[in-house]
């Protein structure tokens, strides 16, 4: 009788390579978005009675900009974990190291302030 072949490793692979391509393909458009967005502002810091507010504005949209791709690379990983919790096999049965990221789920809840499941409302 022959074996079955468990399609689980590949899954698992396949979404840890999706998981590092949408990682290191936001960090290369992030990148690129940065070099684009700075060409206005370093005109705009030429122009002195406009330089200062230029200065802090450039500040923010850095900020932000940084923020969305970091949300990004962040949804990713969650949802890679996700995939990796609700595959039922052990992935060092298999020879696949553990992901080197878990979800701090107890800073999470303090970030957004909601109890812990189960806990009583006060």
């Not at 590092?20 to 684009?36: C, F, K, N, P």
């Not at 990004?72 to 080197?100: C, E, M, W, Y």
């Amino acid at each position: 009788m022959s074996q079955k072949r468990s399609v689980e490793p590949h899954l698992r692979g396949l979404v840890d390579l999706i998981s590092a391509s949408i990682d290191e393909g936001t960090r290369q458009v992030e990148s690129v978005h940065r070099r684009i967005a700075d060409i206005p502002f370093s005109v705009l810091g030429k122009i002195k009675p406009i330089a200062p507010v230029s200065s802090v504005v450039h500040m923010i949209e850095k900020k932000i900009t940084h923020s969305a791709y970091d949300t990004v690379r962040f949804v990713s990983k969650v949802g890679a974990q996700a995939v990796h919790n609700a595959l039922p096999t052990d992935p060092v049965r298999h020879g696949i190291s553990k992901p080197d990221y878990l979800i701090d789920h107890e800073a999470i809840r303090q970030q957004t302030g909601k109890k812990k499941p189960g806990s009583k409302k006060s």
